[in-house]
């Protein structure tokens, strides 16, 4: 039990990500359009529509494409911060693809899923791995992430990533998502580690 219980205090953060996902899921539509970025309604005062877009989906395949990677970005990365820094990069990162797809897409109505917010995880992850590390695998984190950032950028979504979700991929959420995660990760670092979330 001690086991167990220090397990889920260690990746409570995954796992409560998920719970929230799927019971959001099986409530159906309604739960979407009250908790989806919509541009009309934040534009009306709505504004959790920010942060709560990220945790509804377009179905259940593109829900557990999302759970499906969170679990292998938390497989990866998941030592390089304690668990309340891993937390604030979550919000923020969040925060920073509700934000910037407000901002910088203004012709995009509408917005669901987590993938933006978990490039924000792998960003954050790998970035302090890299600085901490200066092994080859940790830079090699970065420059995937990197690329794969580049060429969304440049070539727009992955070949078949559409069809997989069924929907449209929203790329700049994915930029924005990793720009939070890695900000924060990079305000963190500078940081003394006593100051850090969770280390004090």
Excluded at 6 to 19: D, T
Excluded at 23 to 38: H, K, Y
């Amino acid at each position: 039990m001690a086991v167990l219980a220090a397990c889920l205090r260690r990746h409570h953060l995954p796992l409560l990500l998920g719970l929230i996902a799927l019971v959001l899921a099986a409530a159906g539509e309604s739960a979407t359009e009250v908790l989806r970025f919509d541009r009309a309604a934040i534009a009306q005062g709505q504004g959790w529509r920010l942060l709560s877009g990220n945790l509804v989906h377009l179905g259940w395949v593109h829900l557990l494409l999302n759970l499906a990677g969170l679990g292998l970005i938390w497989l990866l990365v998941h030592d390089q911060w304690p668990t309340a820094a891993w937390w604030l990069i979550m919000l923020i990162s969040s925060l920073a693809v509700g934000l910037g797809l407000w901002w910088f897409n203004p012709e995009l109505m509408w917005y669901v899923g987590l993938s933006g917010a978990l490039h924000g995880l792998f960003a954050a992850g790998a970035a302090a791995g890299a600085a901490r590390r200066q092994n080859w695998e940790a830079w090699a984190l970065l420059a995937a992430v990197t690329a794969k950032l580049a060429w969304e950028q440049y070539a727009g979504p992955l070949p078949g990533s559409a069809e997989a979700a069924g929907g449209p991929v929203i790329v700049d959420a994915h930029l924005y998502g990793a720009a939070g995660g890695a900000g924060t990760a990079a305000l963190l670092l500078l940081l003394p580690r006593r100051c850090q979330p969770g280390r004090g």
